[in-house]
């Protein structure tokens, strides 16, 4: 265990009690006991936290442990309440129209089911910043307490420590998880992106811990 902690520790981000990140770094230390992992993805009406929305959830929970075992994942569609403020691009890139969000859900059933399956774990994602500022804001806005540990893991410097330089020119999800040999269940779809982020950190600590 100790060195699947120090594989992880460059990806390790403190976080205040809201969720909202910290500049501080983690270490083992801070995911000493915990059991599980929950790799995300969201998809946004636009980049800011404040002014627009989540309008896609996924996420894959996996045990703390070598090889990740996965426990269980979920995705869905999220209803916006202000598609107005959204950005044109955001919505291009996510595919959105009334028509595909028919079936989507309210922001208090996505998020109450979002909770309960990542409960307790910490969070992981690739570039996590941008997710981790929505998800504080999104259960601000519900006036729910943040359900997470307080240690959120960022995949993508682990992914260049453990590739060095000159194996992989471009540190986006996409170059990365083609340089492994993953295949994609799809672009900007947010379990298909959890999925593909969870994939490439098992891989991840296959060269790692084989180093």
Not at 1 to 22: I, Y
Not at 49 to 63: F, I, K, N, P, S
Request: aromatic share 8%; charged share 25%.
């Amino acid at each position: 265990m100790a060195e699947l902690h120090e594989l992880l520790a460059p990806g390790l981000r403190l976080l205040e009690g809201d969720g909202r990140l910290t500049p501080e770094a983690g270490d083992g230390s801070h995911i000493q006991g915990i059991q599980a992992l929950f790799v995300i993805d969201l998809e946004m009406s636009g980049p800011n936290a404040q002014m627009h929305e989540v309008l896609d959830v996924g996420g894959v929970r996996c045990t703390l442990a070598a090889a990740f075992p996965e426990e269980e994942a979920w995705g869905a569609r999220v209803k916006p309440r202000h598609i107005g403020n959204a950005s044109p691009g955001a919505l291009k890139v996510v595919g959105y129209s009334p028509k595909e969000w028919k079936n989507s859900l309210e922001l208090e059933a996505a998020f109450e089911r979002f909770a309960a399956l990542g409960r307790d774990a910490v969070i992981a994602g690739w570039g996590i910043g941008q997710d981790m500022a929505f998800l504080a804001e999104s259960f601000r806005r519900l006036n729910e307490p943040w359900p997470f540990a307080l240690v959120a893991l960022d995949i993508q410097p682990i992914a260049r420590q453990v590739l060095g330089a000159g194996q992989v020119d471009r540190f986006n999800l996409g170059h990365v998880a083609d340089r492994l040999g993953i295949g994609r269940m799809g672009e900007h779809g947010a379990l298909a992106d959890a999925y593909a982020t969870y994939d490439v950190l098992v891989k991840l600590a296959e060269r790692g811990l084989r180093a």
